[in-house]
Nanobody
Framework: VQLVESGGGLVQPGGSLRLSCAAS????????MSWYRQAPGKERELVAH????????NYADSVKGRFTISRDDAMRTVYLQMNSLKPDDTAVYYC???????WGQGTQVTVSS
């Protein structure tokens, strides 16, 4: 089981980024997938989760209305579209598959002017 995140970077407040999580080694279509983040000095927190087949999603209150999680099972990829970014969104973002308790290596997102 392997997860590889990409798409992080430096963005100004109000900007957008799209993170990608490429999955391999398991049947992606049968697995719920999550995005977490960890800011310096803080605990890792759940940002968003999508069920298998994308039938249901849920979000942390702090990102509702700004972030959207989606999946493309044919591409074996899960996405996190992040809009209206704020400095408080600065963190390392991790992809996670609960079924196998496996994390990606993380991708840094920095929101700063």
């Amino acid at each position: 089981v392997q997860l590889v995140e990409s798409g992080g970077g430096l963005v100004q407040p109000g900007g957008s980024l799209r993170l990608s999580c490429a999955a391999s080694g398991f049947t992606v279509s049968r697995s719920g997938m999550s995005w977490y983040r960890q800011a310096p000095g803080k605990e890792r927190e759940l940002v968003a989760h999508i069920t298998s087949a994308g039938s249901s999603t849920n979000y942390a209150d702090s990102v509702k209305g700004r972030f959207t999680i989606s999946r493309d099972d044919a591409m074996r990829t899960v996405y996190l579209q992040m809009n209206s970014l704020k400095p408080d969104d600065t963190a390392v973002y991790y992809c996670y598959v609960p079924r196998f308790k496996t994390w990606g290596q993380g991708t840094q997102v920095t929101v700063s002017s």
